[in-house]
C-alpha cells in the first residue's frame, strides 16, 4: 500500500488502541496490543507519518532509531540485588530501568501527557547483542523488569532485507506478534504531502515530468545509486534558503542530496530552466489579469514541458495567497475560543481584565511548550499558537488601562469583529487570483490538458481545495465537470482493455448443422 493508506491503518489502529471503556480501562489490553511495523524502503516517509498520526490524535510520541542503541542503554546497566528465598540469600541480578523506557516517563512528567506512541524504527537491524531483547520487547513490550506505561502503543518500523544488508530476518513466531503495514513509494500520494508542507515548485514541476525519479534505488559497478522522498524534500527546503539568501543553486548541491549523478544532473538542468520559465512569464501578471499578449502567445507555443512549469509557478502562487487566508481562519478560531474563556472569567468578583488575559496568554503557551515537547504540535499548528500569542499580547497593550471587564471585553470583541470582516474580505479578493488563472489557461490552452490538469491540481492541493470549498470558484467547479467525464471515460477503456471482452453468441443450428459465431471487440 502507499504511504497515505499506511497512514490512514496505522491512525485507525491507533484510535482502537486508545478507546477505553466506560471503567476507563482499554479495551484491549496492553499485553494484546500488537506492535505495528511499518515495513518500507528507506526515506519513504515513515517517521513523517508517525510524526502526523500523533499530531492528529493529539498524545505524544517519542521516536528512537534502534540501530543507535546499544544493549545496556535499551535493557539498562545490570547490578546485584539480595533476595531471600525461604530461608536462604541469593543475589540475584536485576537492570535499572531502560533510557527508553526512562524517557516515557520524563516526556509524561514534563508535559502531562498519559497516552502517546513509542515509535522504534530501524528496528530489525538492530546489532547482534541486542537483538534478543528486542524480540522480547516486541512480545512482551517489557525492557529488563521494566514494561512501556500504559496507554502508550509501541510502533516499530524496518527496511526490506534488499535495502539492507544489516537486516535481521524475524521468526514466525515473532511476526505472529506483530502488525504489519508494508509500504511503497508513491509519487502522487507525497504530492498531497509536498502541498502541506511547501515543496519548492521546481521540485513538484520537475517530478511531474519524470515521475519514475521520485524513488530510485540501484546497484552499480560504482556503489549504490540512490534517490529518495526524504532526499526531494530535504533539497526542497535547502533550495528555498538558498534562494531566500542570493546562493547559487547548482549541481554540486542538488547531488548532495539525490544520490544518483544522472537525476542530479537532470534536476540541475532543470532548476535553471525554470528559473527562467520564472523569469519571462510574469506570473504575478497573469493572476492580475494584465498579461501581455506577448506571453500568452509564448504560452501558446510552448512545449508541453514549459506548460507544466509555468502551471507549477501559476499554481504555487496561488496557493501561497490562498494558504494565508485559510491559515487565518484558523487563527482566528482558536482567538474566538480563547476570547469565550475571556468572557466568562471577567464575570468573577475582584478579576482585572489585563490580569485574565495575561493568565489566557500563559496557558496558551503552556499548551503550546508542551505539545512541542510531547511531538503532539505539527508545525503548521505551532505556528498558529504563536500568531494567537502575538494578537493576544496586541490585546493586552489593548485593555491595559481597562478595568471594567465588559468594557474591555467589548473593545476585544469589535477588534476580533474586524479582524473577521478584514480576512472574509480577503479571502474574497483572492478568488480572483482563481478566476484570472482559469481566463489565461482557456484562452493559451485551449484544446489541450493543461486545463484538466489545473483542476487536478487544485483539487489535490489542501490549501486550494479549502479555499474553492468555502470561497467558490465558478470555472473551477465547470471544468471539474469536464474532468470527472473525463477520468469516468479513460476509466471504463482501461476496464475494457484489461478484461478484454469477447461477446460469443449462442450457436445457431442450420439443418442439424452447429454454427458457433464469436465477435472479438
Known amino acids: ?52 498520526v500523533a499530531a492528529e490524535l493529539g498524545v505524544g510520541m517519542l521516536s528512537y532509531s534502534m540501530t543507535h542503541h546499544t ?32 524517557s516515557i516517563y520524563d516526556l509524561m512528567e514534563d508535559t502531562g501527557v498519559q497516552e502517546g506512541i513509542l515509535f522504534l524504527d530501524e528496528i530489525n537491524c538492530v546489532s547482534e547483542t541486542l537483538a534478543p531483547i528486542m524480540l522480547q520487547f516486541l512480545q512482551y513490550k517489557v525492557f529488563g523488569r521494566h514494561r512501556v506505561p500504559e496507554g502508550w502503543v509501541v510502533v516499530t518500523a524496518g527496511n526490506p532485507p ?30 498531497e504531502y509536498a502541498y502541506k508542507t511547501g515543496v519548492h515548485p521546481a521540485v513538484l514541476t520537475y517530478l511531474d515530468i519524470r515521475k519514475n525519479d521520485f524513488y530510485k534505488i540501484e546497484s552499480t559497478i560504482d556503489g549504490k545509486r540512490f534517490v529518495t522522498a526524504r532526499g526531494w524534500d530535504d533539497l526542497s527546503q535547502m533550495i528555498a534558503l538558498y534562494e531566500h539568501h542570493g546562493l547559487t543553486v547548482d549541481e554540486d548541491l542538488v547531488g548532495q542530496y539525490l544520490q544518483d549523478t544522472k537525476i542530479a ?88 481584565p489585563i490580569a485574565v488575559l495575561e493568565a489566557l496568554k500563559a496557558e496558551t503557551l503552556k499548551t503550546l ?37 465588559m468594557q474591555a471585553f467589548a473593545l476585544l470583541k469589535m ?21 484570472n488563472l482559469f481566463g489565461f489557461a482557456e484562452e493559451v490552452f485551449a484544446g489541450g490538458h493543461e486545463l484538466l490538469i489545473i483542476v487536478t491540481e487544485l483539487t489535490t492541493n489542501p490549501y486550494t481545495a479549502k479555499y474553492i470549498s468555502e470561497y467558490g470558484c465558478e470555472k473551477y467547479f465547470a471544468h471539474n465537470q469536464e474532468l470527472l467525464f473525463y477520468e469516468r471515460q479513460k476509466k471504463l477503456m482501461q476496464n475494457i482493455q484489461e478484461l478484454n471482452l469477447k461477446i460469443v453468441v449462442p450457436p445457431y443450428r442450420l439443418k442439424n448443422v452447429v454454427i458457433a459465431s464469436k465477435v472479438d471487440i
Open 162 to 191: 534488499e535495502y539492507n544488508n544489516s537486516v535481521r530476518e524475524f521468526d514466525i513466531v515473532t511476526w505472529d506478534r506483530l502488525k504489519r503495514v508494508d509500504v511503497e513509494p508513491n509519487f502522487d500520494v507525497w504530492k
Open 265 to 352: 544532473k537532470n534536476f540541475a538542468v532543470y532548476y535553471d530552466l525554470f528559473n527562467k520559465y520564472r523569469s519571462d512569464y510574469q506570473v504575478e501578471e497573469i493572476l492580475s489579469g494584465n498579461v501581455t499578449e506577448e506571453i500568452k502567445e509564448r504560452a501558446m507555443k510552448a512545449g508541453f514541458d514549459e506548460r507544466l512549469s509555468l502551471i507549477g509557478l501559476l499554481l504555487d502562487a496561488v496557493t501561497d495567497e490562498v494558504k494565508s487566508i485559510i491559515n487565518g481562519k484558523k487563527e482566528l478560531e482558536q482567538l474566538m475560543q480563547i476570547l469565550k474563556q475571556f468572557r466568562m472569567q471577567i464575570g468573577k468578583a475582584n478579576v482585572q
Open 415 to 435: 477588534d476580533f469583529d474586524t479582524r473577521v470582516k478584514q480576512l472574509k474580505q480577503r479571502g474574497q479578493e483572492k478568488g480572483l487570483l482563481l478566476e
Open 71 to 102: 544493549r545496556q542503554s535499551a535493557l539498562g546497566l545490570p547490578y546485584i540485588e539480595h533476595k531471600t528465598y525461604g530461608d536462604k540469600e541469593y543475589a540475584v541480578s536485576e537492570y535499572t530501568m531502560s533510557e527508553i523506557i526512562a
Open 369 to 405: 511548550d508542551n505539545g512541542r515537547k510531547a511531538g503532539s504540535l505539527s508545525a503548521e499548528k505551532q505556528s498558529q499558537s504563536l500568531s494567537v500569542i502575538d494578537m493576544l499580547e496586541q490585546y493586552m497593550d489593548m485593555i491595559a488601562a481597562e478595568s471594567d471587564g
Open 1 to 52: 500500500m502507499n504511504i497515505k493508506q499506511a497512514k490512514e491503518q496505522i491512525k485507525n489502529a491507533m484510535t482502537a488502541y486508545f478507546t477505553k471503556d466506560e471503567r476507563g480501562n482499554y479495551m484491549i489490553p496492553m499485553h494484546k496490543q500488537r506492535p505495528i511495523f511499518l515495513m518500507g524502503p528507506p526515506g519513504i516517509g515513515k517517521t513523517a507519518i508517525m510524526e502526523q
